[in-house]
């Protein structure tokens, strides 16, 4: 279960140093990404704080490895993820959106 944690954790400080990223670069993004990073961000902080919280405060409860744990951490995982990938599909749509071509289009339908 510590490396299950420390594969959680480490998902989730990735997926927050994406945000930052998405954010340091700046320029062309729609207010709706924006709320959409800052949401991302901050389940991305709680899912840190928690799992930090229950090493220190309740470890016994990782520590027996039973399925509920695992799956817990698992979900974690998985929405993390889903997050990175999320920042990704952001920054791809950014960056279209900045394309000469897709200007052109949307002019002369």
């Not at 991305?44 to 919280?53: C, E, F, G, H, I």
């Not at 990938?85 to 950014?94: K, N, S, V």
Request: one cysteine or more; proline letters at 3%; hydrophobic letters at 50%.
């Amino acid at each position: 279960m510590l490396l299950i944690t420390i594969f959680a954790m480490l998902t989730y400080s990735l997926v927050v140093a994406r945000c930052g990223w998405f954010v340091w670069q700046g320029g062309d993004y729609r207010q709706d990404d924006r709320a959409e990073v800052a949401h991302i961000v901050c389940a991305s902080l709680l899912y840190l704080v928690t799992l930090v919280s229950l090493w220190v405060f309740e470890p016994w409860k990782l520590v027996n490895n039973s399925i509920v744990g695992a799956m817990v951490l698992a979900h974690t995982i998985f929405c993390g993820s889903y997050f990175y990938r999320r920042i990704g599909a952001l920054m791809d749509g950014r960056d279209r959106r900045k394309l000469p071509h897709r200007r052109a289009s949307r002019a002369n339908p």
